[in-house]
């Protein structure tokens, strides 16, 4: 039964890392541009890497590696994309060039 607590364990440190690193990332994004419409795209993004991309990570993660720290240089690639904010970050140069577009 090791196993199961480690997949456990391996699943929630990776989603809380996941929720607090996207929330940081929100809270950044309010305090550069002080958008409603902005945060609720952060917020809605965050939900579909959540609901979507995280659980298929998890799956592919646990069936080929189990629950170890360290990966495959593919899903090494994968883990960087779903549990680092990078498309969250993504949106702050998105957002600032659509500010800066004149308007129609």
Do not use: C
């Not at 699943?11 to 929100?26: P, Q, S």
């Not at 917020?43 to 959540?50: D, I, K, T, W, Y």
């Amino acid at each position: 039964m090791p196993a199961a607590a480690d997949s456990a364990r391996f699943i929630f440190n990776r989603t809380f890392r996941y929720f607090f690193n996207d929330l940081a990332v929100i809270l950044l994004l309010w305090t550069l541009f002080r958008s409603k419409n902005l945060i609720k795209l952060a917020f809605a993004l965050q939900l579909v890497g959540l609901v979507v991309v995280l659980p298929v990570y998890f799956y592919v993660k646990l069936t080929l590696e189990g629950p170890t720290e360290m990966s495959s240089p593919l899903l090494s690639f994968v883990h960087r994309i779903v549990v680092n904010p990078i498309l969250m970050l993504l949106l702050i140069p998105a957002y600032y060039y659509q500010q800066k577009l004149p308007k129609r």
